[in-house]
């Protein structure tokens, strides 16, 4: 099993950044996927989940309104499109998935993670 984020960056508050996550080693379309991110110095923050479908999300209080996460399951790749972004969303970004396969619900248990891309909000 293998992730690999990228697209992080520099941005200026306010502006938009596109993570994507390339899945390979499993069958990418039998599980839920997250995005998890570190801020500098604090813990690790749940961002974002999305069912096998792509149908059904969820994003915590902190990025709802302004974060995205969509999949492409003929890709193998996970998206989390960020916008409005704000100097307190400066982290790392890890995709993460779920140790069940065809699991009805989020099970919270994330059994492989990416290295992460780092995300700078900043003027």
């Known amino acids: 099993v293998q992730l690999l984020e990228s697209g992080g960056g520099l941005v200026q508050p306010g502006g938009s950044l596109r993570l994507s996550c390339a899945a390979s080693?499993?069958?990418?379309?039998?599980?839920?996927m997250y995005w998890v991110r570190q801020a500098p110095g604090k813990g690790l923050e749940w961002v974002s989940s999305i069912n096998t479908d792509g149908r059904t999300a969820y994003f915590a209080d902190s990025v709802e309104d302004r974060f995205t996460i969509s999949r492409d399951n003929a890709k193998n790749t996970l998206y989390l499109q960020m916008n409005n972004l704000k100097p307190e969303d400066t982290a790392l970004y890890y995709c993460?998935?779920?140790?069940?396969?065809?699991?009805?619900?989020?099970?919270?248990?994330?059994?492989?993670w990416g290295k992460g891309t780092l995300g700078t909000v900043s003027s």
């Open positions: 080693g499993f069958t990418f379309s039998r599980y839920w």
């Open positions: 993460a998935r779920d140790s069940q396969p065809s699991a009805a619900w989020s099970t919270g248990d994330m059994d492989y």
